[in-house]
């Protein structure tokens, strides 16, 4: 499978992400969010995933749709033609509208998120970040080693899980276990956080000065060319909504 994400820079991908997310976020309307969702599923399988697999990873998205366009189909603007109306809830055609392009909309941020950022190394996107963005190194590095852990999590749930079933309180109501579990999580972190801050400041990471890099971070003219493309998506989607007369600035 076709992978163009393989070969760009993990600083291509932020960037690739604010040029598409950023203007949707000014508008409310069904056709720049329907076109901008329409290039996303488009370009899936040339970022090395399926339309399954993008529908597969983002879930959280899909549940979260639902939930912003029903608050917004009952407690949006009340215009035109009244549904149904009870306290403060009033479904009306404004409301609908709204509801339609939150759900969308929410769609169409969320699924370029999930797409853009999967499988990013973390040390090469450090590297970009210090390199290329010149963002504070110490905060970089520490940011990287703190993404670097978060693979333990699983590893850690699962062994507190059987030391707990070993003393036989394992099975003892779920929300208790899970409060516990999740105490004692919070304690390893810490824990392994203290002792990796205190390594890596014995092998000179916290010092100030000029600092080298092991891999040199570069952007190159495949990168040029997603971000480009990165921004014609977002301006052909706020140019059809707007040529179709859909275009609604956001709070209007």
């Given amino acids: 499978m076709i992978n163009v994400l393989r070969t760009i820079n993990p600083v291509t991908r932020i960037l690739g992400l604010a040029l598409v997310t950023t203007p949707l976020l000014i508008s409310v309307d069904i056709v720049s969010a329907a076109v901008a969702l329409g290039f996303t599923f488009l370009v899936a399988p040339i ?33 035109g033609k009244v549904y149904a109306e009870f306290l403060f809830a009033h479904v009306t055609d404004n409301s609908l509208n709204l509801a339609a392009a939150i759900f969308l909309r929410v769609l169409a941020v969320g699924l370029p998120v999930m797409l853009l950022t999967a499988k990013m190394d973390p040390t090469d996107l450090g590297d970009g970040l210090a390199q290329i963005l010149k963002l504070p190194e110490r905060f970089v590095i520490g940011a990287v080693a703190g993404a670097r852990l978060t693979g333990l999590f699983r590893r850690d749930w699962d ?22 579990m999740s105490f004692g999580l919070l304690v390893l972190s810490l824990r392994r956080g203290g002792t990796l801050a205190t390594a890596m400041e014995t092998r000179g990471f916290g010092r100030y000065g000029k600092r080298t890099w092991a891999r040199e971070s570069q952007l190159h003219g495949i990168d040029a060319l997603v971000l480009l493309s990165c921004a ?21």
């Fill in 232 to 252: 014609a998506i977002s301006a052909t989607a706020i140019a059809v909504a707007v040529y179709t007369g859909h275009f609604r600035f956001l709070g209007a």
């Fill in 159 to 180: 062994s507190l899980a059987r030391a707990r079933r070993a003393r036989g309180v394992g099975d003892s109501g779920r929300i208790k276990r899970l409060a516990t």
């Fill in 47 to 79: 970022c090395g995933m399926s339309w399954w697999a993008l529908i597969r990873r983002g879930w959280p998205v899909f549940l979260a749709a639902p939930i912003a366009a029903i608050s917004m189909a009952l407690y949006g603007r009340p215009e």
